[in-house]
């Protein structure tokens, strides 16, 4: 579980830089960062809880509960969330999830985001042109997805909103 480094190494980051809280995130943004790597792609998302299910705390109700239910599974399902290029050869991903307050984590200033992780085995990584993202398909709440793309020969930002769900992975 590499994420509570990397919200740590974020944290610092933010405190060196401005010595202010990070800003709350923007209901309906996601966050992702891509990289690519010899034999590897991984996905780092993060996404407010409303985008998610509605709502940023533990659910309150047989209706709430049913719904996190639902959108943990869908958090999970990491062979229909990204989809990597053919010509890459890569195994289906792997997902690690931290649903925050659905999964039993806290929410803060009422605001809680839901963090998961995917990793892609692939045979050729830096033969992937592009990744099929069904991110904006599975949660209707997302609106816009930032990206931060990684890769050997650069690095990049990248957004996506419907109808582009295709992330390219070169330039
Ligand atoms: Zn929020």
Not at 6 to 25: K, R, T, Y
Not at 50 to 59: K, M, N, Q, T, Y
Not at 120 to 143: I, K
Request: include cysteine; aromatic fraction near 4%; charged fraction near 25%.
């Amino acid at each position: 579980m590499k994420l509570p480094f990397l919200g740590a190494c974020l944290v610092s980051l933010f405190a060196a830089s401005a010595a202010v809280a990070a800003p709350p995130h923007e209901h309906g943004v996601a966050r992702l960062d891509v990289a690519v790597e010899a034999g590897r792609i991984t996905l780092m998302l993060e996404m407010p809880l409303d985008s998610l299910v509605g709502f940023e705390r533990a659910p309150r109700d047989e209706a709430e509960r049913e719904a996190a239910k639902v959108a943990v599974a869908r958090l999970r399902d990491a062979a229909r969330l990204f989809r990597a290029d053919p010509a890459a050869q890569c195994k289906p991903a792997v997902a690690e999830i931290d649903g925050g307050p659905l999964t039993g984590g806290a929410s803060h200033d009422g605001h809680a985001d839901a963090d998961a992780s995917y990793t892609l085995e692939c045979a050729a990584a830096e033969r992937a042109a592009f990744v099929d993202t069904g991110l904006l398909e599975s949660f209707p709440r997302l609106r816009i997805v930032n990206v931060q793309v990684a890769t050997p020969k650069g690095q990049w930002k990248a957004m996506l909103s419907r109808p582009m769900t295709r992330l390219p992975l070169v330039r």
